[in-house]
């Protein structure tokens, strides 16, 4: 299993930025790719964007192309989301998941392990 460790939420204005990371820790050899999700009340955890284990590729969500950025440190175990232009219903909790093999990136339950979450909230 891997561990995964998210920081850097918050509470921010409309049009601010804030910089998420999730770091992994455990079987990390086994990561192929790491992914950030986001749930907001009532609604079913979507996804945000995802990064393979080298940084080769990166993907987002529609809602969140030109906005917001994914990259990794040289370690390869860190992964980070660069958030600007926030709005309010980018506000929800966010997660950091892993999956050992090539998924269909957007399925939360073909990923294998996830963190805690971190609040993000936009206020208007």
């Known amino acids: 299993q891997v561990q995964l460790a998210e920081r850097g939420g918050g509470l921010v204005q409309t049009g601010g930025s804030l910089r998420l990371s999730c770091t992994a820790s455990?079987?990390?050899?086994?990561?192929?790719?790491m992914a950030w999700f986001r749930q907001s009340p009532g609604k079913a955890r979507e996804f945000v964007g995802a990064i393979r284990w080298d940084g080769a590729s990166t993907h987002y969500a529609d809602s969140v192309k030109g906005r917001f950025t994914i990259s990794r440190d040289n370690t390869k175990t860190t992964m980070y989301l660069q958030m600007n232009s926030l709005r309010p219903e980018d506000t929800a909790i966010y997660y950091c998941?892993?999956?050992?093999?090539?998924?269909?990136?957007?399925?939360?339950?073909?990923?294998?392990?996830w963190g805690q979450g971190t609040q993000v909230t936009v206020s208007s």
């Open positions: 455990g079987r990390t050899f086994s990561v192929y790719g």
């Open positions: 998941a892993v999956a050992s093999r090539t998924v269909p990136l957007s399925r939360a339950n073909e990923y294998d392990d």
